[in-house]
């Protein structure tokens, strides 16, 4: 089964611009999550989706969106960039169900905000 | 954001000794995981802990519930090289969320 991935891995942006990341979970797998992982603050939760519903939000400006697909690909969108957005984002999938809850991570996109 | 407690935060050991860590949350958890993350990479899921009171291992790793449930160990039997890494645990918070520990670093002294 092939794992998470995410593209692209390595973005270079400017402050004030946008950005869209891109997340394919494993196959069958219904549940995408976000993270950031920053140095100093670790890694922090942004947002969950199943079957293409948000149901549940991380602590983060409205800046940050996502949404998900009926393939279950998500993507995550930052707007007005600001340096501090700089960070490894990381995409997880499960299968989302009550059951087992493991999260697999994807390899990360690394954004650096200029 | 909320984090759990992981401990030691960083730490050097030679080839072939075991190492045990250990992370702490403010709540009781029924699930816990444990990952590994090299540079650059995404974290990678060592081992799920989902019943107290057992062992649960993956090869050289071990990890279990501690007695409150508030606290979590993985140990590492025999250490290799390519254990290197940050290791980090994660809990459920409410629905459909993790938090995650603040890492521990572990190199290796060949």
């Known amino acids: 089964k092939a794992g998470v991935t995410q593209t692209p891995r390595y973005l270079i942006k400017t402050r004030g611009q946008q950005v869209t990341l891109s997340c394919s979970p494993i196959?069958?797998?219904?549940?995408v999550s976000w993270y950031q992982q920053t140095p100093g603050q670790g890694l922090q939760f942004l947002f969950e989706?199943?079957?293409?519903?948000?149901?549940n939000k991380g602590n983060f400006p409205g800046r940050f969106s996502g949404r998900q697909f009926s393939n279950s690909r998500s993507e995550m969108n930052v707007s007005t960039l600001e340096l501090g957005d700089s960070a490894l984002y990381l995409c997880a999938s499960s299968a989302g169900t009550s059951g087992r809850r493991e999260q697999f991570f994807g390899p990360g996109t690394r954004l650096t905000v200029l | 954001g909320q984090q759990l407690n992981q401990s030691p935060q960083s730490m050097f050991i030679q080839e072939g000794e075991d190492v045990s860590m250990n992370c702490t949350s403010s709540?009781?958890?029924?699930?816990w995981l444990w990952y590994k993350q090299d540079p650059g990479e995404g974290p990678v899921l060592l081992i799920a802990l989902y019943k107290a009171g057992e062992l649960t291992s993956n090869g050289r790793l071990t990890a279990q519930f501690g007695i409150t449930r508030k606290d979590s160990f993985l140990n590492i039997s025999a250490s290799i090289p390519s254990d290197v890494g940050i290791y980090f645990c994660?809990?459920?918070?409410?629905?459909?969320?993790?938090?995650f520990g603040t890492g521990t670093r572990l190199k290796v002294l060949a």
């Open positions: 994660a809990g459920p918070s409410g629905t459909y969320k993790y938090i």
């Open positions: 196959s069958g797998h219904r549940s």
């Open positions: 989706y199943f079957s293409e519903t948000q149901r």
């Open positions: 709540s009781i958890f029924n699930t």
